[in-house]
């Protein structure tokens, strides 16, 4: 198990630019996939992005491709999620995720799939 802590969110206009942090403890070791996940009020959780863990490869939703960059710092155990031109639809709470086995690529967009959450940070995006 790993515990997950979520920094970063905050209020910011359209346009601008937030970066999440994820801190990773416990069995760090273990994780092969950092996923971001977010959930507006009313919807689904909905996936965001990932990365593989020891090689850096990267999956993202085409709502934020070319937008949002997903990144890990592999010694300091912690993930990042750098979100550009910022808008309001992408107001949310952000969570980030983790798979401590291994994960074929067609589940890296499954909530289910994911057995350690962090506790999530908000994410408000003016017009």
């Known amino acids: 198990q790993v515990q997950l802590v979520e920094s970063g969110g905050g209020l910011v206009q359209a346009g601008g630019s937030l970066r999440l942090s994820c801190a990773a403890s416990?069995?760090?070791?273990?994780?092969?996939?950092m996923g971001w996940f977010r959930q507006a009020p009313g919807k689904e959780r909905e996936f965001v992005a990932a990365v593989r863990w020891t090689t850096s490869i990267t999956y993202y939703a085409d709502s934020v491709k070319g937008r949002f960059t997903v990144s890990r710092a592999y010694a300091k155990n912690t993930g990042y999620l750098q979100m550009n031109s910022l808008k309001p639809e992408d107001t949310a709470v952000y969570y980030c995720?983790?798979?401590?086995?291994?994960?074929?690529?067609?589940?890296?967009?499954?909530?289910?799939?994911?057995?350690?959450w962090g506790q999530g940070t908000q994410v408000t995006v003016s017009s």
């Open positions: 416990g069995r760090t070791s273990s994780i092969t996939t």
């Open positions: 995720a983790a798979v401590l086995s291994h994960l074929d690529s067609y589940y890296v967009t499954v909530p289910t799939t994911y057995t350690d």
